[in-house]
C-alpha cells in the first residue's frame, strides 16, 4: 500500500496546483487578435475597430472574399479582377514585398489601402498620422464625380492620416477644402485606393452614413471580382503551426506539461531507488592533520609541535648520518657538513632554538611555526624527498 504524501510532496502539488490556476486564469484573460478592447482592422477582429462583421457580410453577399495570409510574392500572377486590402497593416513590407506589390498593381491588380502605415505598401505612397483613430469620425463630402460616389454622397472617417506622397498625384474622391481622406490613383494597368483611416469598413461604424456603400462601390458588384483580405501583415501566417498558435492548444499543453511535471517529481521522489547518503571518510591524511592542528592551537601547545618535528629530524639524521639520535648540537652539525655538505649556521640556529622549546620554554606561534616549517625542511632534504618535488616541478 503507497505511503501517505508527507509535507514535501503536499507544498509542491500545491504549487503547482497555483502554477495551473494562473495559465487558467491567463489563458481566460488572453484571447485571439483584436479580441479585447477596440482592437484593429483584422477580419477575425470582433472589436470596435475590428472588421469581422464587414468580412462577414460581404460573404453573405456573394462576393468571393477571402483572407490573404501569405506573402506578396504570392499574389496571383494574372491580379486582373482581384482586389487586395490592406487594412491598417502592422507589419513593414521588405523591399521583396514592395517588388511584389508593385508587381500586382502594374499587371492590373488594385489595393485599397487605409491608414497611414497602408500608405508606405503603395509605390510612391507617403502618409503621416494626424490624428487619433479612436476619435469621433467627422463626415466628408464627395469631391468628384465617381463610381465610388454613387449612392454615398457623404461619409463619416476618423481624421486619421493625411497623405503626403511625392511621385504620385491622386485625384480626391472624398475629403473637405483643407484635407483629402480618400484618394484614387492608378499605376500600370491597376489602380490604388487610399483611405485616410479604415473607419467605413469597421465593425463600429460601417453602419454610418455612406460607408458602406463606399465599401461595396469599391468592391464592385458580387461575383465580379476576387476580393482578398490582407492578414499576412496584420501577423498572420498561412501554416500548420501558426493555426496552431491561434487556438487554445498551447495552454492545454502548457497545463498538461505542468501536471506531468508535477507528477514525475512526486513519482520520482516517493518511487525512486533508495540509496544510501555518501558519507565521507575520516581516515583521510589531510583531515588528520587538521585535527591534529586545531588541538594545538586550542591548547597552544607550540612547544609540543616543535618538540615532535625536532624528534622526527633527529631520528632521520641519526638513520642517515649513523649518530646516536640524542647526539650533541655540535656533533650533528659537523657530521651535517662533512657528509651532507651543510654549512649554513641556521642549522644551528634552528637546533638551538629547537631544544629550548622541547625543554618547555614558552614560545609564541609564530616562532613555532617557523621551527617547525624549518625542521620538516631539513628532514625532506636528509629524506632526499625535496629533491624529487623539484625534479617533478621540472618535468
Request: with cysteine; hydrophobic share 45%.
Amino acid at each position: 500500500m503507497p505511503a501517505a504524501l508527507d509535507s514535501r510532496d503536499r507544498r509542491l502539488l500545491i504549487v503547482a496546483g497555483m502554477v495551473l490556476a494562473a495559465l487558467l486564469i491567463a489563458g481566460a484573460l488572453i484571447s485571439g487578435p483584436g479580441q479585447n478592447g477596440p482592437g484593429y482592422p483584422s477580419s477575425y477582429s470582433t472589436g470596435w475597430r475590428g472588421a469581422k462583421a464587414a468580412y462577414l457580410l460581404l460573404t453573405e453577399l456573394g462576393y468571393s472574399v477571402e483572407r490573404w495570409e501569405r506573402a506578396p510574392s504570392e499574389l496571383p500572377a494574372d491580379p486582373h479582377n482581384t482586389i487586395l486590402i490592406l487594412a491598417e497593416p502592422l507589419e513593414h513590407p521588405n523591399p521583396a514585398d514592395m517588388r511584389a506589390l508593385r508587381r500586382f498593381i502594374t499587371a492590373g491588380g488594385t489595393v485599397l489601402g487605409t491608414g497611414a502605415r497602408a500608405a508606405v505598401f503603395v509605390p510612391g505612397g507617403k502618409a503621416i498620422n494626424a490624428g487619433d483613430v479612436l476619435a469621433d469620425p467627422k463626415e466628408y463630402r464627395a469631391m468628384a464625380a465617381s463610381a465610388l460616389t454613387q449612392g454615398a454622397p457623404k461619409i463619416t472617417m476618423a481624421d486619421a492620416a493625411f497623405w503626403d506622397g511625392d511621385s504620385l498625384a491622386p485625384v480626391t474622391i472624398y475629403g473637405d477644402h483643407s484635407e483629402s481622406v480618400v484618394l484614387l490613383d492608378s499605376e500600370g494597368k491597376g489602380s490604388v485606393l487610399w483611405w485616410a483611416a479604415s473607419t467605413p469598413l469597421t465593425n463600429g461604424a460601417i453602419a454610418s452614413s455612406g460607408n458602406l456603400a463606399l465599401l461595396l462601390n469599391t468592391l464592385g458588384p458580387p461575383g465580379r471580382n476576387r476580393v482578398l483580405w490582407d492578414e499576412y501583415f496584420h501577423g498572420q501566417r498561412d501554416s500548420f503551426g501558426t493555426y496552431i498558435v491561434g487556438t487554445p492548444l498551447p495552454w492545454v499543453a502548457a497545463q498538461m506539461g505542468i501536471l506531468f511535471l508535477a507528477f514525475v517529481i512526486t513519482f520520482s521522489r516517493r518511487s525512486g531507488p533508495v540509496r544510501a547518503p555518501a558519507v565521507a571518510a575520516r581516515l583521510s591524511p589531510l583531515e588528520f592533520v587538521e585535527t591534529l592542528g586545531d588541538l594545538y592551537q586550542d591548547a597552544h601547545a607550540g612547544n609540543a609541535a616543535v618538540s615532535a618535528a625536532s624528534q622526527r629530524f633527529r631520528y632521520v639524521f641519526a638513520r642517515r648520518s649513523g649518530l646516536p639520535p640524542r647526539a650533541r648540537i655540535p656533533d650533528v652539525c659537523r657530521t651535517a657538513a662533512a657528509q651532507m655538505g651543510w654549512t649554513e649556521p641556521a642549522l644551528q640556529d634552528t637546533l638551538v632554538r629547537a631544544e629550548r622549546a622541547s625543554s618547555g620554554l614558552a614560545l609564541p606561534e609564530p616562532d613555532a611555526l617557523d621551527l617547525v616549517q624549518r625542521l620538516h625542511d631539513y628532514s625532506e632534504r636528509l629524506e632526499g624527498r625535496r629533491g624529487e618535488r623539484a625534479a617533478d616541478s621540472k618535468r
